[in-house]
Nanobody
Framework: QVQLMESGGDSVQAGGSLTLTCSIS????????VGWFRQIPGKELEGVAT?????QKNYRDSVKGRFTISKDDATVYLRMNNLKPEETALYYC?????????????????WGQGTQVTVSG
């Protein structure tokens, strides 16, 4: 059973930074694809960043240069710099059962409960 647990969400001022952490267990797929997604109030769920086995990364255009996704064994991180108020959202960690191509448009099969990020100012 695949389980994902996010942590690190907090309230910060605009321009601030946060690092989100996702602990993953039971994910034994050979072709791994994990990522971060967010639910902004009033908007559809959107992909933020993904990373695969080969450490290839894919980012949403609006976060390029400010967010960094990384992984270490069974943990995935999202470092977010220069946060903007419009990025206030519930951030989810997710993983795919199988995919040929890992990017923010990949259908994810396993999801965490989410961690809240609130950016004020």
């Amino acid at each position: 059973q695949v389980q994902l647990m996010e942590s690190g969400g907090d309230s910060v001022q605009a321009g601030g930074s946060l690092t989100l952490t996702c602990s993953i267990s039971g994910y034994t797929q050979l072709r791994k694809c994990v990522g971060w997604f967010r639910q902004i109030p009033g908007k559809e769920l959107e992909g933020v960043a993904t990373i695969d086995n080969a450490l290839q990364k894919n980012y949403r255009d609006s976060v390029k240069g400010r967010f960094t996704i990384s992984k270490d064994d069974a943990t995935v991180y999202l470092r977010m710099n220069n946060l903007k108020p419009e990025e206030t959202a519930l951030y989810y960690c997710a993983a795919a059962k199988w995919t040929l191509k890992c990017n923010i448009n990949t259908t994810m099969d396993f999801w965490g409960q989410g961690t809240q990020v609130t950016v004020s100012g």
